[in-house]
């Protein structure tokens, strides 16, 4: 009769698996819970540090192998989980969102690069990969949620009066666009606007969220920055195309973040490239190459990819048809993905680095 395996064994075996973020073993980082041996049956928890990790999949393919590898084991059951955490802020101004574990702005220095897309498809991505997520869109001004999800109606509130978010694709939905009437002009001063932004972060119920996604007004004006200085951010992603003009208000936009002490976690150049369908290989850099890169090193923080254009776009948008729903196959589709995959894997070092878990020494603009 075969000696059945141990605690340590299994947690030895296991030692291989690094998680490349932290740059230690999940062992180590204490990833691995509840631990059951009965006889040749093992069975185990991997807890990731977010729901949305782009890799979970992976560890779960190789935990299993290593396990399987040990003597005396017949049958292994590897249980993914997620304990999101949540991210600090050091301004004690800040307003509080209970049960929101992690705020993201997205923003751009100027309109038209494509900041509302960017911002629905990361959240979407992130749903879609497991996180519990909202999307507040915070331009009072031109609100585009409604259109780009294609979801309408004025919000209900509780019986103590906080409105309720609406839901479409699995996100909470939030948009001064519920409210108005698309033919109604928002004619606001600076006060009016502090306070409606305030409202939409307090009087809002939402709920438990690992993530809640703040699509940022263009530039750097009042409602900007009422939200940088209001909201606890965990993180920033600046959107940009790669033309000089739209470099130049990147550059503010991060300036802005950089002045209330919020971590940019990267640039993201939208529209880069055009691939005709007849041409796969071939890529057309419409507004110039490499501007968004180009920033991203010259202002030491991450270049988080090149999101190209779809010729489809425009037709999903006035549809209400997120690209990453209606052709998750595509190229630009991909990108997003694979941004949205950066974006979490980099809140959560951050939001462990904060907490103490990780090494001091992470370089955030690698």
Not at 61 to 90: C, I, K, P
Not at 123 to 141: E, F, I, K, P, T
Not at 177 to 194: E, L, Q, Y
Not at 324 to 352: K, N
């Amino acid at each position: 009769m075969a000696t059945p395996v141990t605690e340590n064994q299994i947690l030895d075996a296991l030692r291989p698996i690094e998680d490349p973020d932290f740059k230690r073993n999940i062992v180590d980082l204490g990833f691995v819970k509840n631990i059951k041996i009965e006889g040749s049956k093992v069975a185990f928890d991997i807890e990731l540090t977010t729901p949305a990790c782009p890799i979970k999949a992976e560890f779960e393919r190789a935990a299993h192998e290593y396990v399987s590898a040990l003597e005396g084991v017949s049958d292994v059951d590897v249980t993914m989980t997620s304990n999101t955490r949540q991210a600090t802020s050091s301004i004690k101004e800040k307003v509080v969102l209970p049960g929101v574990k992690n705020i993201l702005a997205v923003a751009s220095g100027k309109g038209g690069v494509g900041k509302s897309t960017t911002a629905l498809n990361i959240a979407l991505s992130m749903q879609q990969n497991g996180a519990q997520v909202g999307l507040l869109d915070a331009d009072v001004y031109g609100p585009s949620l409604p259109l780009l999800t294609g979801v309408s109606g004025r919000p209900a509130t509780t019986s103590n009066q906080r409105i309720i978010p609406l839901e479409g694709y699995g996100l909470k939905l939030m948009s001064m666009g519920f409210f108005v009437t698309d033919d109604s002009p928002v004619i606001w001063r600076g006060p009016m606007v502090h306070g409606l932004i305030k409202q939409f972060l307090t009087d809002v119920a939402w709920g438990e969220l690992d993530y809640l996604i703040i699509d940022l007004p263009p530039g750097t004006g009042d409602a900007a920055l009422t939200l940088t200085q209001l909201a606890p951010l965990s993180g920033a992603v600046i959107v940009t195309t790669a033309n000089d003009l739209s470099l130049i208000d990147a550059r503010k936009g991060l300036q802005m973040f950089n002045k209330v002490s919020v971590p940019v976690l990267g640039i993201v150049e939208n529209m880069s490239y055009f691939t005709p369908p007849e041409l796969p290989d071939k890529k057309y850099y419409l507004f110039g190459r490499d501007g968004g890169k180009r920033v991203a090193d010259e202002l030491g923080v991450r270049f988080l990819g090149e999101v190209p254009i779809d010729p489809h776009m425009a037709d999903y948008g006035d549809r209400g048809e997120p690209i990453i729903v209606v052709s998750p196959d595509s190229d630009t589709a991909r990108a997003f993905e694979e941004i949205s995959g950066t974006v979490v894997r980099r809140l959560s070092t951050l939001a462990a680095d904060n907490s103490g878990l990780t090494d001091t020494d992470i370089t955030w603009a690698s």
